[in-house]
């Protein structure tokens, strides 16, 4: 059956979404199964001794072969080490994209019809263009980019959301996106007004506000252990906070479990203790938020709602300081980590069959940003690689030590014999 495929790589997972022909439509888009049955797959990739790619799941190594968050580098024109060799980070989000193309086209038993990928709300032409040559030199010709908070509304609008104008509030593992969208006169949706994001700033953080309470209220079994016990009883850590990160969204309370030496050990955590750990962050996301509206001219009553996604969305505290400050309906899938990929499927739709044109009010006049918009855009068009894409954004806040390189890099050749065996 044809269908089409919607793809979003975020800062700690990776998700994909198809939607299928049934007759002149097409079916409501649905997540495709990634990773032992779960639509989510780490966005970790791990280059083996051999050469073979792997693609998230558990890694033992000391970190040399493994690399995670590069699609925030990509613009950074100090590139990456993987296993001893440079790659630039375009080139890693183009393989972790390709590899789930590979996985939905053995599922469905064929190429899709179309193809389209989110990426950050801010990025300007010059990142998305090295995306899409990364995408090109891996065969992946005809894949549409649009920015996340696109995608986004595109999912909102499939179940039926029927704002003109919305805020979109995407709070991923490691990242936090806040940009306007705007419905145009196809019925998709556009960006206009000034992307704004903190950046690293998500869920991952308030799993460790969690695992230091955590810690502080085992301190003193802890101090009883040795170090090399005290390290094997907080290597589930993570994950378990997490865990009950997600249970506190429905939970009133939850425990933290560990295992210590001295025994098993249960930390009661209740929502309430939760959300003043969290407190300042999110509020610093919400600030963030009505300063993009502000800063379009608009004022929170223009806003027909507020449009949530990622992991962390369906936090209660996210949306009781939302509605706080922008006094409109604010809107959360019920599995807020899925919203992005599923918007990108929905988007892909139109991409394969265009809506006709229809008169569509628009309250705002602000200029449309060059953010893309949900429509076959000019990535799609045959390109001149010779044309400047424009400057080079600021090098992301990292600190870069001295490198001496290697001389050619074969991380082509490796990656393709890995996905080949």
């Known amino acids: 059956m044809p269908y089409v495929l919607g793809i979003d790589i975020g800062s700690t997972n990776t998700a994909a979404a198809v939607a299928r022909r049934d007759g002149r439509t097409w079916t409501r888009p649905e997540a495709v199964p990634l990773n032992a049955g779960s639509p989510l797959v780490p966005s970790v990739l791990h280059l083996a001794e051999d050469g073979a790619l792997h693609i998230g799941g558990p890694v033992t190594d000391d970190g040399s072969r493994t690399t995670r968050d590069f699609v925030r580098r990509i613009g950074d024109d100090v590139p990456l080490l993987l296993g001893g060799e440079p790659c630039a980070p375009q080139t890693l ?9 590979e996985q939905v086209h053995a599922v469905e038993g064929g190429p899709a019809g179309a193809v389209v990928l989110s990426h950050p709300a801010a990025w300007r032409p010059y990142r998305r263009e090295l995306l899409h040559r990364a995408l090109v030199d891996l065969g992946l010709r005809t894949v549409t980019l649009l920015p996340r908070t696109v995608t986004v509304a595109e999912s909102h609008a499939a179940r ?3 704002g003109t104008t919305a805020a979109v509030y995407a709070l991923g593992g490691a990242s936090f996106e806040a940009a306007l969208v705007r419905r145009t006169s196809r019925g998709t949706y556009e960006s206009f007004g000034t992307p704004q994001g903190l950046d690293p700033i998500g869920g991952a953080d308030f799993d460790e506000l969690l695992a230091s ?22 290597r589930g850590l993570p994950a378990e906070c997490d865990r009950v990160k997600r249970a506190l969204t429905v939970e ?3 425990d933290v479990v560990l295992s210590l030496p001295t025994g098993p050990a249960r930390i009661p955590v209740t929502r309430a203790q939760f959300e003043a750990m969290i407190r300042p962050t999110v509020q610093a996301t919400v600030d963030l938020l009505l300063r993009t509206v502000h800063g379009a001219g608009l004022t929170p009553t223009q806003l027909d709602g507020v449009l949530l996604a990622g992991g962390s969305a369906r936090i209660p505290l996210v949306t009781e300081l939302i509605t706080a400050a922008l006094p409109v309906p604010v809107e959360v899938e019920p599995d807020a980590q ?3 990929a599923i918007g990108a499927a929905s988007a892909a739709c139109q ?6 044109r229809h008169p569509t009010p628009v309250r705002d006049p602000a200029p449309v940003a060059g953010s893309g918009r949900a429509t076959i855009p000019a990535l799609r068009r045959p390109r001149d690689h010779a044309t400047d894409p424009g400057e080079p ?4 806040p990292v600190r870069i030590l001295p490198l001496d390189l290697p001389k050619a890099s074969r991380l082509a050749l490796t990656l393709s014999r890995g996905r080949e065996g």
């Not at 989000?93 to 193309?101: F, Q, R, S, Y």
Request: hydrophobic share 50%.
């Open 93 to 101: 989000t183009a393989e972790l994209a390709a590899w789930v193309v």
């Open 160 to 162: 039926g959301f029927a």
């Open 213 to 234: 309470h955590v810690r502080t209220v085992l301190s003193r079994e802890l101090a009883a252990t040795g170090r090399r016990e005290h390290h094997a009883a907080l």
């Open 252 to 254: 009133l309370a939850a």
């Open 338 to 340: 899925l919203t992005a």
């Open 351 to 356: 991409v394969v069959s265009p809506r006709p």
């Open 393 to 396: 954004p600021p090098r992301p």
